[in-house]
């Protein structure tokens, strides 16, 4: 009991120094509202109003059938574009896509000639050109089919379903990844700063005196920072992606919330054990980066596990954050039960549990130097 009254006394110093931080409270304000709507309305997963011009030097039927095939929301309308300033809209970035028809078009395939489309991509668009380029190959097929009346109906059918996201909204996705990414960066940087500031000031030194263990003083920090994050979180989820952004959200919340506080346990022992390694919030900051960055963009958040190299699938398994993504994904769209997710649990508390042991491991090396 005397153990927990040391821990309860020193999170409530946790929570008045981070209350009186206004730096802090104004990045965590903007960490659970700013920055998960604006990527999630923003960024579009796919083609949307693509740039297109179209180099007519045919001006036959099937070229105009094939420029009014090109639709919202996907391509703006088509813009005439002459053959001699094909090449300066491209070096200026005017368009993504530049068709070229060349004369004669109709008149040699009617005729049972091959003539070649060029269509110019600007690669430097990247997702928008490389699935435009594919829409467009698509539709100019079909069009191609249609008006040499070569289509014939297929004797097999079939009828996509997408599941969990049935009007493949790439913006409620965003926004829980965009909720988990922020976790982590909050985790990390809250407790870090938290035990350094206390080293710069000397209050660390200060609680040294005291009967107190490091083991207390780092539960205490690690507790009271994932308190403020699970709360921020839940208001998050709540006002806004539910409530702002619209994202139906199938699973328990309070599962979440759990999952994420085991997070927070493994995450924020990550922070503490950086803070150990630097001398002071710059170089922690310094350290931070190389730590951080991997777990947003290699977790399976922003590119699939899937996609990546055997190899690297293999060394990620030791992030905590490819965990938590996955158990994120499964409860809060699929509505995974318990009996579901209970392996990425066990593989998340160990990973926590063994972070914790190494960072508890230099935190006493450190106040003892």
């Given at each position: 009991?005397?153990?927990?009254?040391?821990?309860?006394?020193?999170?409530?110093?946790?929570?008045?120094?981070?209350?009186?931080?206004?730096?802090?409270?104004?990045?965590?304000?903007?960490?659970?509202?700013?920055?998960?709507?604006?990527?999630?309305?923003?960024?579009?997963?796919?083609?949307?109003?693509?740039?297109?011009?179209?180099?007519?030097?045919?001006?036959?039927?099937?070229?105009?059938?094939?420029?009014?095939?090109?639709?919202?929301?996907?391509?703006?309308?088509?813009?005439?574009?002459?053959?001699?300033?094909?090449?300066?809209?491209?070096?200026?970035?005017?368009?993504?896509?530049?068709?070229?028809?060349?004369?004669?078009?109709?008149?040699?395939?009617?005729?049972?000639?091959?003539?070649?489309?060029?269509?110019?991509?600007?690669?430097?668009?990247?997702?928008?050109?490389?699935m435009g380029a594919g829409y467009?190959?698509?539709?100019?097929?079909?069009?191609?089919?249609?008006?040499?009346?070569?289509?014939?109906?297929?004797?097999?059918?079939?009828?996509?379903?997408?599941?969990?996201?049935?009007?493949?909204?790439?913006?409620?996705?965003?926004?829980?990844?965009?909720i988990v990414n922020n976790i982590?960066?909050?985790?990390?940087?809250?407790?870090?700063?938290?035990?350094?500031?206390?080293?710069?000031?000397?209050?660390?030194?200060?609680?040294?005196?005291?009967?107190?263990?490091?083991?207390?003083?780092?539960?205490?920090?690690?507790?009271?920072?994932?308190?403020?994050?699970?709360?921020?979180?839940?208001?998050?989820?709540?006002?806004?992606?539910?409530?702002?952004?619209?994202?139906?959200?199938?699973?328990?919340?309070?599962?979440?919330?759990?999952?994420?506080?085991?997070?927070?346990?493994?995450?924020?022992?990550?922070?503490?054990?950086?803070?150990?390694?630097?001398?002071?919030?710059?170089?922690?900051?310094?350290?931070?980066?190389?730590?951080?960055?991997?777990?947003?963009?290699?977790?399976?958040?922003?590119?699939?596990?899937?996609?990546?190299?055997?190899?690297?699938?293999?060394?990620?398994?030791?992030?905590?954050?490819?965990?938590?993504?996955?158990?994120?994904?499964?409860?809060?769209?699929?509505?995974?039960?318990?009996?579901?997710i209970w392996p990425e649990l066990?593989?998340?508390?160990?990973?926590?549990?063994?972070?914790?042991?190494?960072?508890?491991?230099?935190?006493?090396?450190?106040?003892?130097?």
């Amino acid at each position: 009991m005397k153990r927990l009254a040391h821990i309860y006394r020193l999170g409530l110093k946790e929570l008045t120094s981070l209350r009186h931080d206004r730096v802090l409270l104004i990045f965590l304000l903007y960490a659970f509202s700013v920055a998960i709507y604006m990527p999630a309305k923003g960024s579009i997963i796919g083609v949307h109003n693509a740039s297109v011009a179209i180099v007519d030097e045919d001006h036959s039927a099937f070229s105009r059938k094939f420029t009014d095939a090109l639709l919202p929301p996907e391509f703006h309308a088509p813009a005439a574009l002459a053959y001699s300033q094909m090449d300066s809209a491209l070096d200026n970035a005017d368009f993504t896509f530049v068709l070229n028809v060349p004369p004669n078009f109709q008149s040699d395939l009617l005729a049972g000639r091959q003539p070649q489309v060029q269509l110019n991509v600007d690669a430097t668009a990247m997702s928008q050109a490389f699935m435009g380029a594919g829409y467009l190959s698509r539709i100019f097929q079909r069009e191609l089919l249609e008006y040499t009346q070569q289509a014939t109906p297929s004797p097999i059918g079939m009828t996509n379903r997408a599941l969990f996201n049935p009007n493949l909204e790439g913006g409620w996705f965003l926004a829980v990844i965009q909720i988990v990414n922020n976790i982590t960066i909050l985790a990390i940087i809250l407790t870090g700063t938290a035990l350094l500031r206390e080293r710069e000031h000397g209050t660390l030194d200060h609680l040294l005196v005291l009967p107190l263990t490091a083991l207390e003083i780092m539960l205490a920090k690690i507790l009271s920072n994932a308190l403020v994050v699970v709360l921020c979180t839940w208001v998050s989820l709540e006002l806004v992606v539910k409530g702002l952004i619209g994202v139906p959200l199938a699973g328990p919340q309070p599962m979440f919330l759990a999952v994420t506080a085991l997070y927070l346990f493994a995450s924020t022992a990550l922070g503490i054990f950086l803070a150990t390694l630097a001398r002071s919030i710059p170089q922690f900051g310094l350290l931070s980066i190389p730590v951080i960055i991997p777990m947003l963009l290699l977790s399976g958040g922003t590119t699939p596990l899937d996609s990546m190299p055997t190899w690297l699938q293999w060394v990620m398994q030791v992030s905590p954050s490819t965990h938590f993504v996955s158990l994120s994904q499964a409860i809060l769209f699929r509505h995974a039960s318990l009996e579901l997710i209970w392996p990425e649990l066990l593989a998340l508390t160990s990973i926590g549990l063994v972070f914790f042991a190494i960072a508890l491991g230099r935190f006493r090396k450190s106040l003892a130097a």
